[in-house]
């Protein structure tokens, strides 16, 4: 249903993506990524580290980097998933946001409500060093 290609809208040293290799219906589920939760005092040790731009928000109290394709998923204001926290399975469940055709990327808001277009982490960084930034733009980050 899904695998990785280089997407264009993915920035930095790895240009990867999640596409969908079948067309998938609105309100299906794509993928459950299993998480790795950590406390968020130890959140210092993991910002020294790439996977600082990997991990999402899990809980008040937690931050979790996520197994499989979860971490994978480039950011765009205009999502075509979206996903939900199993605090139960400890996983990330994610949905097609809207129908997906095959070949499409596959992408998610990380501010993680689908409608919310509040500046996110890398944007700010871009606009404070003056490089150009697109609404729509990805990255291999992800942080909601």
Not at 22 to 32: P, V
Not at 57 to 75: F, P
Request: hydrophobic share 30%; charged share 30%; aromatic share 12%.
């Amino acid at each position: 249903m899904i695998e990785i290609r280089h997407s264009q809208l993915s920035g930095g040293e790895f240009t990867r993506g999640v596409f969908a290799t079948r067309d998938i219906a609105k309100g299906e589920l794509i993928h459950e990524a299993p998480v790795v939760a950590y406390d968020n005092d130890d959140h210092e040790h993991i910002e020294k580290t790439i996977l600082a731009d990997y991990v999402f928000e899990y809980g008040a109290n937690h931050t979790a980097i996520l197994l499989g394709y979860g971490s994978l998923l480039n950011h765009s204001y205009t999502p075509n998933a979206t996903y939900e926290i199993s605090f139960e399975k400890h996983t990330f469940d994610f949905y097609a946001y809207t129908d997906i055709k095959a070949g499409e990327e596959i992408l998610i808001n990380y501010n993680g409500e689908e409608d919310c277009d509040d500046p996110l982490w890398f944007m700010e960084e871009q606009a404070e060093s003056g490089e150009e930034k697109d609404e729509n733009e990805g990255k291999d980050k992800n942080k909601a």
